[in-house]
Nanobody
Framework: QVQLVDSGGGLVQPGGSLRLSCVASGSFASINSMGWYRQAPGKERELVAV???????NYADSAKGRFAISKDNAENTVYLQMDNLKPEDTAVYYC???????????????WGKGTLVTVSS
């Protein structure tokens, strides 16, 4: 069984930084992509950033220039470095991964339980 454990959220002042982490554990063949989504109160879940197996990244416009996604393939871990945080970044951030199970040909999407980021003075 695959499990995604995301962490690193907290309360930070505007202009501050946080680093989110997400570890994928379990028995699987490979990870096609890992990324981060967020959901603010009263809003739909939206993509923040994603990194695919060969290292190509994609960011939401709101994250470009402020956030950086990276991964450690050996540890099945993805990070999201968030700098110059703004109050509008306040949301629950969810780790997302597309994982190929042993014997499968296509990936399955998994989600972490989420970590709360609050940007406030």
């Amino acid at each position: 069984q695959v499990q995604l454990v995301d962490s690193g959220g907290g309360l930070v002042q505007p202009g501050g930084s946080l680093r989110l982490s997400c570890v994928a554990s379990g028995s699987f063949a490979s990870i096609n992509s890992m990324g981060w989504y967020r959901q603010a109160p009263g809003k739909e879940r939206e993509l923040v950033a994603v990194i695919i197996r060969d290292g190509i990244t994609n960011y939401a416009d709101s994250a470009k220039g402020r956030f950086a996604i990276s991964k450690d393939n050996a540890e099945n871990t993805v990070y999201l470095q968030m700098d110059n945080l703004k109050p509008e970044d306040t949301a629950v951030y969810y780790c997302n991964a597309r994982i190929v199970m042993r014997g499968a040909f296509v990936g399955t999407t998994y989600w972490g339980k989420g970590t709360l980021v609050t940007v406030s003075s």
